[in-house]
């Protein structure tokens, strides 16, 4: 019995790997504040949506197959919740009643298996309930097949037959068992005492009066006695009992399948709601396929910035163009950095099958995300700024594919302008010639005037938007480098402050 | 979980009485081996008064607990953390982060470390302190415990453990030879202390109760519903006998069948009650140990454990340049003045990073300093990876390791005792933080020249990169200027040529480069002119990252 929420023929592999880049990703796009707001603290969901999220796919009917189900969850959210309480609810039952199978002894291994299925076919129970009454508000491929399995195998013909298998395995009349003896009759090495045989009998010596002695008594509640007799009755039962555990083992990690196929989904409901309180813009976005496609987007948002300030922030727009390279300047603090984590960001949402924080976002699928985000001053001293840069950045080059996307955020500053834009130029020119996509915030001024100045139509410039007063709107509009970046604004601002003081 | 010295946890071992020397008058009574004694002079050491009047020239600073804000720039906290690495419970971070501002207490601090530094007495109080962490664990486990007999047995062990301590100590350091005013007022205190009554007749009841206990024996008959317990009564290990019935029959080697029972220190309730019927059957014994630690709950002198903590400040330093001192490595006792800004050192070297490679056995380059005249900042510009923040660090580490009063990195050194250390290097952008990065800079380097005062460090280390080059000209020039008008010593790391000529308080030093092959590093910091002389792209091309490169490199 398989669930295949995520796939359409596959289960979905908790073991399979990270990019390489995961932390990078992680760190540079701000993807724990949208991770967090999925899991609502919950660490099995930050496991499931951190894998979902950063394990893309590739193929745009994969994509769909997903957007559609998420569709579904959003419009039948209490029912889907439902159904992932289920395997939480089991959960909740195996710690509530200590139920679990870890006992050396078949006794208790049978018992504690007829409890634990007892358990779990009011679960199962209630699963049908559920499919029962709500398969026919479901769409999607993947909830219509997923309901006809449960009403197929979960049929009251089963309920029955398991019914009476565990009436029969609590042995109302007794356990009917034959036995051999065994070797090892003798325990372990205590050491051994032999009393002294005096004169005279055991009660004779007990109540002479030259040996002092005390003696304890322990409570008949005391398990240590009860034990030995269980142990017989145990021989007896071992084979049924160990069939049982695996019985209950099976559905176990059925439900644990079932938690594992669906959280993703319960991540997106969670992010789906948060959002749409704070009024941030949400979209289902058009995977393309590489090569054919264009880049649109409008009103698209960092959904991790938004989650931070709690309000609907600043989205961009841009109408549909064949993008390969965009490079963004202009002033600091203009919302630079902001637009390329949201651009990072709705490329990954988009490929994972989930929703964008946009009114609308299209871009072609890509073969891998990688950043380039200047770093702080590497503590392990081994080497300078610049060297821990290009050694990043060789590391990204090792597992660049024609159809990736690199974000660079103000890269290879660490070193003069001159020298900085000349090796940026160089890295970008053979990036763009093997087909990667190039996202570039840089303060580089020669390096952003060498491309603005070819006027390809592939690429794009953006500037930091910022009024004649000085004033910021955190908006970007297109616009060619200039050469200042406004930091004489600031430095006035702040050290003649003093001075009115 | 092991006690510590925090003391805001009291613990047994802490909280406990001092011994007060009778009788005669001593010239220097021991007051802390970290620091000379400026109060006890005037006050009467009772109850420690809760505000005790501050004179100008107050030494003992409340300890801080935390690290002083220029530490990770300086990698001072990796220092600190390998100097305290396995001495947590001692709590000695506090000592390390708590600057000293008058030089006779760094001249106090120099000759005990002078006295103890590869000296006998280093191995003597090493193997004191040995003993006192036990005696420690002793203490916190009979704490722990639950059972009257079981407790009282470890709370006898601990102080067997004291006593021993003590009386090795003093009698190691009737020995050594001491020239420092720390040790020798300490010597003093111990001797008197281990040669008072009190502690004489402590040391007769604790051997005597060990040896009492040692001839305790009893047998246990254990039942189905319980058990009997007797004096041993020289019962015959049966064991032995039906071996020697059945040896005829063996044949050669068998199979082990004796299963692993986990061991440990613990009683269950069975045992707890079998030790408790064995002590009835030998109530003098048992009765002289309730009593015993009744008397003597409170058995470590006060002074004396703040001794064993203290003196890990010392110990734990000498432990950690030890290691680097093997690989050819060099340390000096710095002379600090609070005056003279004329300042130098030679052979120093990046403590923090030395201690890295030398464990990897990697080779480490030394760099000389030095200021003349009216020069006040050095201004490191050359080819990056040329060690030019190790260069920064270096010269911030060596001001506050001589400000601790401990030895410094180097053959011989001449430093400035600041009243405060002031650092800027690059910082992450952090989203939740909503100002420019720029402006964050500008903000904090401000408030840095609000604080700085003629007698500050100020390291600022490629600030304004971010920016473009126009602007991190101007912002660097006029930030350099306000320096040089307070007249601070300090570091700028930069790669901005043109601030290493400002003016003549600035001192250009330069990272260098082996001339026959650029991309080769020398990471020896010369002073010498800024020669416009980068070599970015030959790490470019190091890491095949040129034009050409790439274009092989990424595959369809």
Same mark, same amino acid.
């Given at each position: 019995?398989?669930?295949?929420?995520?796939?359409?023929?596959?289960?979905?592999?908790?073991?399979?790997?990270?990019?390489?880049?995961?932390?990078e990703?992680?760190?540079?796009?701000?993807?724990?504040?949208?991770?967090?707001?999925?899991?609502?603290?919950?660490?099995?969901?930050?496991?499931?949506?951190?894998?979902?999220?950063?394990?893309?796919?590739?193929?745009?009917?994969?994509?769909?197959?997903?957007?559609?189900?998420?569709?579904?969850?959003?419009?039948?959210?209490?029912?889907?919740?439902?159904?992932?309480?289920?395997?939480?609810?089991?959960?909740?039952?195996?710690?509530?009643?200590?139920?679990?199978?870890?006992?050396?002894?078949?006794?208790?291994?049978?018992?504690?298996? !007829?409890?634990?299925?007892?358990?779990?076919?009011?679960?199962l129970?209630?699963?049908?309930?559920?499919?029962?009454?709500?398969?026919?508000?479901?769409?999607?491929?993947?909830?219509?097949?997923f309901f006809s399995?449960?009403?197929?195998?979960?049929?009251?013909?089963?309920?029955?037959?398991?019914?009476?298998?565990?009436?029969?395995?609590?042995?109302?009349d007794?356990?009917?068992?034959?036995a051999?003896?065994?070797?090892?009759?003798?325990?372990?090495?205590?050491?051994?005492r032999?009393?002294?045989?005096?004169?005279?009998?055991? !009660?004779?010596?007990?109540?002479?009066?030259k040996?002092?002695?005390?003696?304890?008594?322990?409570?008949?509640?005391?398990?240590?006695?009860?034990?030995?007799?269980?142990e017989?009755?145990?021989?007896?039962?071992?084979?049924?009992?160990?069939?049982?555990?695996?019985?209950?083992?099976?559905?176990?990690? @059925?439900?644990?399948?079932?938690?594992?196929?669906?959280?993703?989904?319960?991540?997106?409901?969670?992010?789906?709601?948060q959002?749409n309180?704070?009024?941030?813009?949400?979209?289902?976005?058009?995977?393309?396929?590489?090569?054919?496609?264009?880049?649109?987007?409008?009103?698209?948002?960092?959904?991790?910035?938004a989650?931070?300030v709690?309000?609907?922030?600043v989205?961009?727009?841009?109408?549909?163009?064949?993008?390969?390279?965009?490079?963004?300047?202009?002033?600091?603090? &203009?919302?630079?950095?902001? @637009?390329?984590?949201?651009?990072?960001s709705?490329?990954?949402?988009?490929?994972? &099958?989930?929703?964008?924080?946009?009114e609308?976002?299209?871009?072609?699928?890509?073969?891998?995300l @990688?950043?380039?985000?200047?770093?702080?001053?590497?503590?392990?001293?081994e080497?300078?700024?610049?060297?821990?840069?290009?050694?990043?950045?060789s590391?990204?080059?090792?597992?660049?594919?024609?159809?990736?996307?690199?974000?660079?955020?103000?890269?290879?500053?660490?070193?003069?302008?001159?020298? &900085?834009?000349?090796?940026?130029?160089?890295?970008?020119?053979?990036?763009?010639?093997?087909?990667?996509?190039?996202?570039?915030?840089?303060h580089?001024?020669?390096?952003?005037?060498?491309?603005a100045?070819?006027?390809?139509?592939?690429?794009?410039?953006?500037?930091?938007?910022?009024?004649?007063?000085?004033?910021r709107?955190?908006?970007?509009?297109?616009?060619?480098?200039?050469?200042?970046?406004?930091?004489?604004?600031?430095?006035q601002?702040? @050290?003649?402050?003093?001075?009115?003081? | 979980?092991?006690?510590t010295?925090?003391?805001?946890?009291?613990?047994?071992?802490?909280?406990?009485?001092?011994?007060?020397?009778?009788g005669?008058?001593r010239?220097?009574?021991?007051?802390?081996? %970290?620091? +000379?004694?400026?109060?006890?002079?005037?006050?009467?050491?009772?109850?420690?008064?809760?505000?005790?009047?501050?004179?100008? =020239?107050?030494?003992? +600073?409340?300890?801080?607990?935390?690290a002083?804000?220029?530490?990770p720039?300086?990698?001072?906290?990796?220092?600190?953390?390998?100097?305290t690495?396995?001495?947590?419970?001692?709590n000695?971070?506090?000592?390390?982060?708590?600057?000293?501002s008058?030089?006779?207490?760094?001249?106090y601090?120099?000759?005990?470390?002078?006295?103890i530094?590869n000296?006998?007495?280093?191995?003597?109080?090493?193997?004191?302190?040995?003993?006192?962490?036990?005696?420690?664990?002793?203490?916190?486990?009979?704490?722990?415990?639950?059972?009257k007999?079981?407790?009282e047995?470890w709370?006898?062990?601990?102080?067997?453990?004291?006593?021993?301590a003590?009386?090795? %100590?003093?009698?190691?350091?009737?020995?050594?030879?001491?020239n420092?005013?720390?040790?020798m007022?300490?010597?003093?205190?111990?001797?008197?202390? /281990?040669?008072?009554?009190?502690?004489?007749?402590?040391?007769?009841?604790?051997?005597?109760?060990?040896?009492?206990?040692?001839?305790?024996?009893?047998?246990?008959?254990? +039942?189905?519903?319980?058990?009997?317990?007797?004096?041993?009564q020289?019962?015959k290990?049966?064991t032995?006998?039906?071996?020697?019935?059945?040896?005829?029959?063996? *044949?050669?080697?068998?199979?082990?069948?004796?299963?692993?029972?986990?061991?440990g220190?613990?009683?269950?309730?069975?045992?707890?009650?079998?030790?408790?019927l064995a002590a009835?059957?030998?109530?003098?014994?048992?009765s002289?140990?309730?009593?015993?630690?009744?008397?003597?709950?409170?058995?470590?002198?006060? +002074?004396?454990?703040?001794f064993?903590?203290?003196?890990?400040?010392?110990?734990?330093?000498?432990?950690?340049?030890t290691?680097i001192?093997?690989?050819?490595?060099?340390?000096?006792?710095?002379?600090?003045?609070?005056?003279?800004?004329?300042?130098?050192?030679?052979?120093?070297?990046?403590?923090?990073?030395?201690?890295?490679?030398?464990?990897?056995?990697?080779?480490?380059?030394? =760099?000389?300093?030095?200021?003349?005249?009216?020069?006040?900042?050095?201004?490191?510009t050359?080819? =990056?990876?040329?060690?030019?923040?190790?260069?920064?660090r270096?010269?911030g580490?060596?001001?506050?390791?001589a400000s601790?009063?401990?030895?410094?990195?180097?053959?011989?050194?001449?430093?400035f %005792?600041?009243?405060?250390?002031?650092?800027h290097?690059?910082?992450?952008?952090?989203?939740?933080?909503?100002?420019?990065?720029? *402006?964050?800079?500008?903000?904090?380097?401000?408030?840095?020249l609000?604080?700085?005062?003629?007698?500050?460090?100020?390291i600022?280390n490629?600030i304004?990169?971010?920016?473009?080059?126009k602007?991190?000209?101007?912002?660097?020039?006029?930030?350099?200027k306000?320096?040089?008008?307070l007249?601070?010593?300090?570091?700028? /790391?930069?790669?901005?040529?043109?601030?290493?000529?400002?003016?003549?308080?600035?001192?250009?030093?330069?990272?260098? /480069?082996v001339?026959?092959?650029?991309?080769?590093?020398?990471?020896?910091?010369?002073?010498?002119?800024a020669?416009?002389?980068?070599?970015?792209?030959?790490?470019?091309?190091?890491?095949?990252?040129?034009?050409?490169?790439?274009?092989?490199?990424?595959?369809i």
């Amino acid at each position: 019995m398989k669930a295949h929420l995520m796939y359409k023929d596959r289960d979905f592999d908790l073991q399979k790997e990270l990019p390489v880049n995961e932390e990078e990703l992680i760190q540079d796009l701000e993807l724990n504040t949208l991770f967090n707001a999925m899991a609502l603290g919950d660490e099995f969901l930050l496991e499931v949506v951190k894998k979902a999220v950063l394990t893309s796919l590739n193929d745009p009917d994969e994509i769909r197959y997903r957007q559609d189900i998420l569709k579904d969850c959003i419009k039948n959210p209490s029912t889907v919740r439902e159904i992932y309480s289920i395997p939480l609810e089991s959960i909740k039952n195996k710690r509530k009643r200590w139920l679990g199978i870890f006992s050396r002894y078949p006794g208790a291994i049978l018992d504690s298996s !007829i409890r634990m299925l007892s358990m779990f076919v009011e679960l199962l129970k209630k699963l049908r309930h559920i499919a029962d009454e709500n398969a026919d508000n479901f769409k999607s491929e993947g909830f219509r097949t997923f309901f006809s399995m449960i009403k197929k195998e979960l049929d009251d013909k089963f309920f029955s037959l398991v019914e009476a298998h565990l009436k029969r395995l609590n042995f109302p009349d007794g356990v009917l068992v034959s036995a051999e003896l065994g070797r090892g009759n003798e325990g372990t090495n205590y050491v051994l005492r032999k009393p002294n045989e005096k004169n005279g009998s055991w !009660i004779k010596r007990i109540i002479s009066p030259k040996q002092l002695s005390y003696s304890f008594y322990i409570s008949p509640r005391d398990e240590h006695g009860a034990e030995a007799l269980s142990e017989l009755r145990d021989r007896g039962i071992n084979s049924v009992a160990n069939a049982l555990a695996q019985s209950a083992d099976h559905i176990d990690s @059925f439900f644990e399948m079932l938690k594992v196929e669906l959280a993703f989904y319960m991540g997106s409901l969670n992010l789906y709601e948060q959002l749409n309180q704070i009024s941030a813009p949400v979209s289902f976005p058009v995977p393309l396929i590489p090569g054919k496609g264009k880049l649109s987007f409008k009103q698209l948002c960092d959904p991790s910035f938004a989650l931070t300030v709690k309000h609907k922030v600043v989205g961009n727009n841009l109408e549909e163009a064949s993008i390969r390279l965009m490079i963004i300047t202009g002033a600091n603090q &203009g919302g630079k950095s902001t @637009f390329l984590r949201s651009i990072g960001s709705a490329q990954l949402m988009m490929q994972c &099958g989930m929703f964008t924080a946009a009114e609308a976002f299209s871009a072609e699928i890509c073969s891998g995300l @990688f950043t380039h985000y200047k770093r702080e001053e590497d503590t392990a001293m081994e080497s300078g700024k610049l060297d821990e840069e290009l050694k990043r950045m060789s590391t990204i080059v090792d597992n660049l594919r024609p159809d990736s996307i690199v974000l660079f955020n103000e890269s290879f500053a660490a070193t003069n302008e001159r020298e &900085g834009s000349e090796i940026a130029g160089q890295i970008v020119n053979a990036l763009l010639e093997k087909n990667v996509k190039v996202f570039f915030v840089t303060h580089l001024y020669a390096f952003a005037n060498e491309f603005a100045e070819k006027e390809h139509s592939n690429n794009l410039f953006l500037r930091a938007q910022r009024k004649p007063d000085g004033v910021r709107t955190f908006k970007l509009i297109k616009g060619e480098p200039l050469q200042t970046s406004y930091g004489e604004d600031l430095y006035q601002g702040i @050290f003649k402050a003093e001075k009115r003081v | 979980m092991p006690i510590t010295f925090n003391q805001t946890i009291p613990t047994k071992a802490f909280s406990n009485q001092e011994y007060q020397p009778r009788g005669e008058t001593r010239p220097i009574p021991f007051r802390s081996i %970290l620091y +000379k004694t400026p109060k006890s002079q005037e006050e009467p050491e009772t109850k420690a008064t809760p505000k005790a009047p501050k004179t100008p =020239n107050t030494i003992e +600073k409340p300890e801080t607990s935390n690290a002083p804000e220029f530490f990770p720039d300086l990698n001072l906290d990796q220092i600190v953390d390998n100097i305290t690495a396995g001495k947590e419970e001692y709590n000695l971070k506090p000592f390390f982060y708590n600057s000293l501002s008058d030089i006779d207490t760094i001249k106090y601090r120099q000759e005990i470390i002078k006295d103890i530094d590869n000296t006998p007495l280093f191995q003597n109080i090493k193997s004191f302190a040995e003993k006192m962490i036990k005696m420690r664990r002793y203490l916190t486990l009979a704490d722990k415990l639950y059972y009257k007999y079981h407790k009282e047995g470890w709370f006898l062990e601990a102080a067997d453990l004291y006593c021993d301590a003590v009386t090795n %100590l003093a009698e190691d350091l009737s020995t050594a030879e001491i020239n420092s005013r720390g040790l020798m007022s300490f010597r003093e205190y111990i001797q008197g202390y /281990v040669n008072s009554e009190e502690f004489s007749a402590f040391i007769k009841e604790t051997k005597k109760l060990k040896a009492d206990l040692g001839t305790v024996k009893y047998s246990v008959l254990l +039942k189905t519903n319980g058990g009997r317990v007797t004096k041993y009564q020289e019962e015959k290990d049966y064991t032995i006998e039906v071996e020697k019935t059945f040896e005829k029959f063996k *044949q050669g080697a068998v199979k082990d069948y004796t299963v692993k029972l986990p061991t440990g220190t613990g009683m269950n309730h069975i045992e707890a009650k079998i030790l408790e019927l064995a002590a009835r059957l030998y109530p003098d014994i048992f009765s002289n140990l309730i009593s015993y630690s009744l008397k003597n709950a409170n058995f470590t002198d006060k +002074k004396i454990t703040a001794f064993d903590r203290e003196i890990q400040f010392y110990i734990s330093y000498l432990e950690y340049i030890t290691i680097i001192k093997r690989a050819g490595l060099q340390f000096c006792y710095p002379q600090v003045s609070d005056n003279d800004k004329e300042i130098s050192a030679f052979e120093t070297f990046d403590t923090a990073l030395a201690y890295k490679l030398v464990i990897r056995d990697l080779p480490v380059v030394c =760099n000389d300093f030095y200021t003349k005249g009216e020069e006040r900042i050095f201004v490191v510009t050359g080819p =990056n990876q040329g060690g030019k923040t190790t260069f920064a660090r270096t010269f911030g580490q060596l001001h506050y390791l001589a400000s601790l009063g401990l030895p410094v990195p180097g053959r011989e050194a001449k430093l400035f %005792l600041f009243d405060n250390i002031f650092t800027h290097f690059e910082k992450e952008e952090d989203i939740k933080n909503l100002r420019g990065k720029l *402006q964050d800079d500008l903000v904090r380097i401000h408030d840095i020249l609000k604080k700085a005062t003629q007698d500050s460090i100020i390291i600022m280390n490629e600030i304004f990169s971010s920016t473009t080059l126009k602007d991190g000209l101007f912002l660097s020039r006029n930030i350099l200027k306000r320096i040089m008008k307070l007249d601070s010593l300090g570091v700028l /790391v930069t790669f901005m040529d043109e601030l290493s000529s400002l003016s003549g308080k600035t001192v250009s030093m330069v990272s260098t /480069v082996v001339p026959e092959n650029p991309t080769q590093r020398t990471y020896k910091i010369v002073r010498k002119p800024a020669d416009g002389l980068a070599y970015a792209l030959s790490i470019a091309e190091k890491y095949r990252l040129t034009y050409d490169s790439i274009k092989e490199r990424i595959k369809i």
